[in-house]
């Protein structure tokens, strides 16, 4: 199965302002779209805000690990795995210079964001979110028991109510520099991300294995998802990419590496993200709760971005139903303990080793060692793709 070829609006811009929102989800990412589904299914009347359409690319490693396969299955979501026909990934070939290893890895799942996210907004208006896309949100103002947003699409601008606002705009979304009280921070010495798709998979990029080179100029990860095309997504050094642009990075990266050359790579469609390492601080504030790479982002490795957004969009839809029925002032608080519970620790050791892939030398004495004796690495992936319990709220 694969998704139409758009996804159809479930509400105008105009009849959204005409409506007293419980919720309203800023960003139809994995997590936005995830607690909007949630919110819904507990009671709360909710919008989803996006500003692009669906289909829609991504930048995205496109690797879904057992913890997030397992967010899935808490949510009865499993089945989108079968129904997309994602290729199983039991491993990763890393390569370091003219040095690689081979490590297994607990059983995950290869699916673009461009099926994904789509089948996660249609999940969405299923259990009853009103979805509005291509339309922008700007904060205007929280009161004690509202939230006002200023929309616009098209030319057209409205203002809409809501009790609670879920902020998942994305690593560049606005809503954390308009809301009071918040500060979005950005690490100066963070990589940029970038990505590109391609139906010509060289040899030596095989179906079921991550792919990643490691280089001086960032880290490159390849996979094949489930239309058999290979998904390229890469952390960069943003004086490289100054100088050579994206796929001459890449190139000069992948060259480095025992990989087969991949001349096309250079001319590829790459998109590109902003610096990768951000933080809000703090990550809920007065009837506002960020999640997803709003509240904040670490630069991840073997898929634990999109596990870390599927988890904290479950996790935030019972505090933000909660919040829109009967608010507490404690109940930032709680999210903000709650998203430290389920994300802390995994984003700690995930800072760890992409610091320490900054230092070529290292990193290939590192893969030398793995590649001799593979089981050193496994007590980290078996911490990393180790599911956490998402509390989500009761279902109606």
Known sequence: MQPQATVPDAISITDAGRDLWDVVVVGAGLSGSVAAREAARLGSRVLLVEKASFPRRKVCGCFLNANALASLAHLGLDSLIAASRAPAVRGVFMAAGRRHAYLPLPTGAALS?????????????????????????????????????????????????????????????????????????????????????????????????????????????????????????????????????????????????????????????????????????????????????AAGYIEPFTGEGMAWALASGAAVSGIAHQAARHYSADLPRRWIAERGRLLRGRMRLCRLVTQSLRYQRLTELNVTLLGRLPFLATPVIRWLNRPRPITSGPRR
């Open 113 to 293: 964001r461009h099926w994904l996210d789509a089948e996660l907004a249609r999940e969405a208006t299923a259990a009853g979110a009103s979805l509005l896309l291509r339309t922008e949100a700007h904060l205007i103002g929280v009161d004690d028991d509202r939230c006002r947003l200023r929309l616009t699409r098209d030319g057209e601008e409205i203002e809409i109510v809501s009790r609670v606002i879920v902020a998942a705009d994305g690593l560049a979304g606005r809503l954390a520099r308009q809301t009071p009280g918040c500060t979005h921070s950005v690490n100066p010495r963070s990589r940029i991300g970038v990505s590109a798709t391609t139906s010509l998979v060289p040899e030596g990029y095989q179906a079921g294995t991550i792919q990643i080179v490691v280089g001086r100029e960032g880290y490159i990860g390849g996979l094949q998802v489930e239309n058999g095309n290979l998904e390229l997504a890469a952390a960069l050094e943003p004086a490289a990419v100054k100088r050579w642009g994206p796929g001459e990075t890449v190139q000069r990266i992948l060259h480095q590496s025992p990989l087969p050359k991949f001349e096309a790579v250079r001319d590829l469609n790459w998109q590109g993200t902003t610096l990768l390492s951000c933080r809000t601080s703090p990550p809920a504030v007065h009837r506002i709760f960020f999640v997803g790479d």
